[in-house]
Every structure is written in C-alpha cells, then in structure tokens.
C-alpha cells in the first residue's frame, strides 16, 4: 500500500487504501535523497554516511540515495528520476536554490512531498514542499558576526578594525544566506568595522587560500577573516601563515570542521558556529518520516547551531568530519 496517492490512481484503489489505513506502522516508506556534492567536503560525506545508517536502522524505511555531485543538470534529472520510481518521499539538498524549482514542482504534481534539506531553495520554491530541514543559515551569518565583534571589542579595535570575506558557491542559498546574515548583523554590532571586499571560495579549502593570497597582497592591514565555512576558513589561514601575517588577523567561520576545531586549539583560529553533520541527517530523514506520518512538522524545521570560540570549545567534542 503507497500513502501518498499518485495522479490517475484509480478511486477504487484509494477506497482499499483508506480501508487499510490501519495497517499504515507496517508500511515500508520509500524515500529517495539527491544530494549536493558528496565530493566536495567532510561534512558533506559523514552526512551521507549518517543518513544511510539512520535508514538503516528503521526497518520501515527503504532509501534511493543519489548524488548530484554540484551539477544542476544532473540533480534535476535524479529528481525526474526518483519521480518516475515513485518515492513515497523525496529529501533534496540543492546545488542550486533556484534552478531546482520546475523540477520540485514536477514531484509536487506527482503528489510526493519533497523536504528540502541542509541549503533551502529560493522562496518562489516554497508552496512546492513540506518543509526544510536544517541550520537557519541567516542566524549562523549573524552569530558569526557577534564573535568577530565581541572579539574586536576584546582587543580594543572595534573602532578601526577592516576585515574580508570569503563566501561560499554563488547562487548556493547557504553561501548567500551566511553573507546575508553576517553582513546585516556586523553594522548593528560593531558600526565602525569596515567589511572592504567578499569573493566567493566555492565551499573548496584550496579555492580560498588563493582567494586570500590576493586579499593579503591587496590589502597591508586585514584585521578579520570571515569565512563561509571552516573548510575555507581554514585555506585563509594558511595563506596567512604562509606570509607571516596570521597573528595579526581574527579568523572566524561556520560549520565547525576538525581543522578548524584543530585550529581553534592550536590558537590560530578564534571561532565558529558548531553545526553537526549527523544531527542534519538524522533531521532530514526524520522529517520525511513525520511528513508520511501525518505529524505536525513546522514549515522551517530548524535545529541549533550555537557560537563555539578558543574560550567554551571545551564543551563541545571535535567535529568528525
């Protein structure tokens, strides 16, 4: 018996499955996931490996895992894909907020219900699925500025400090949203900091050392570094390193890595949003789950992130990814 009725089922076969309606705990769900880009980072790969064994460990859950591997084109065919298989559920992590949207709307048709997970999509998106599930990437970008300021404060250069960003994909919701909040948030914190340049680091650790090798020339003072995540945090900081001027300069990212764990440890790196990797799995299939169900899920299905810097890392274990 399939829950999520399909189009031109035949009234007949809705009657049997409301007669067995009863019988629904013993249904085996079948939800597909298409994911970003497994490739491209820890985060990216512990999550899918987290996801696996949490379906793996429901008896009632079957799994169609794919991944996009950061091309549109393909995550737009996987999505007509796992319609034409008819999932019961389909969970998305987009490659693109807004690309994506004619193809969710095509399983919207097909009457599946579509979480959108980790990166949302673009709100013109938004009546084509049942909910999202994942960080709330506007307040990460806003708590990252409440370190980087709180920390300028501490040193006594909130008043004069210049920083730099390094964001992550363009037109990828959660690099623009982490911008978005950083950059709202910063003038009502610390109004005198000036944010001088933000280029894109593609989520890739080697993509934005090069990008801050061309900060640290253009630039003679950069007082912060704001990162989209730790992975490219990281890559800043060994451009800096590499020309002796990290010491002198505030690294603060999200998406707390291990290297940035590891470097935040050493010293060299002040802070992060804490952000598990696991806990955003275990989200996105239980929210499927609970949408199959029935249950009362919020539209935005949010879990936290809190500020982790050198002074409280202690409360929070080292990232496994």
């Known amino acids: 018996m399939r829950l999520t009725t399909k189009a031109g089922m035949a009234v007949s076969t809705v009657l049997a ?99 959108i997970t980790n990166s949302n999509i673009d709100e013109a998106g938004f009546d084509f699925i049942s909910s999202f599930s994942g960080p709330d990437n506007i307040t990460q970008g806003k708590r990252a500025a409440e370190i980087m300021c709180d920390r300028f404060k501490d040193l006594g250069i909130a008043d004069e400090a210049q920083i730099v960003e390094i964001t992550g994909q363009p037109g990828y919701t959660t690099a623009i949203e982490r911008s978005t909040g950083f950059q709202d948030r910063l003038p009502e914190v610390c109004p005198d900091v000036d944010l001088m340049e933000s280029q894109p680091g ?30 490219m945090g990281v890559g800043a900081l060994n451009a800096a390193k590499a020309a002796n001027r990290a010491e002198d300069i505030t690294f603060v990212g999200a998406t707390n890595f291990a290297v940035g764990y590891e470097a935040m440890a050493r010293g060299e790196y002040w802070g992060s949003i804490y952000q598990s990797p696991v806990d955003d799995a275990e989200a996105a299939l239980q929210t499927a789950i609970d949408v199959l169900e029935g249950e009362d899920v919020p539209f935005l299905n949010y879990f936290d992130t809190p500020k982790i810097t050198q002074e409280n890392m202690d409360e929070y274990d080292k990232p496994v990814f």
Request: net charge negative; glycine share 6%.
């Open 202 to 231: 593609d989520w890739n650790r080697e993509k934005a050392q090069k990008v801050m090798e061309a900060f640290l020339v253009k630039y003679d003072d950069i007082d912060g570094v704001y990162a989209g995540d730790d992975n």
């Open 17 to 115: 499955g409301a007669a067995l309606a009863g019988a629904a705990a013993a249904d085996t769900w079948k939800i597909g996931i298409t994911q970003n880009n497994v490739g491209v980072d820890s985060y990216q790969t512990t999550y899918e490996k987290a996801f696996i064994a949490a379906a793996e460990a429901n008896d009632n859950v079957e799994t169609v895992v794919l991944d996009a591997g950061g091309d549109v084109a393909r995550q737009i065919a996987q999505i007509e894909d796992l319609i034409q298989q008819e999932v019961d559920a389909m969970i998305i992590w987009p490659t693109n907020g807004e690309a994506v949207i004619p193809a969710v709307r095509k399983a919207f048709k097909a009457e599946i219900p579509v979480i």
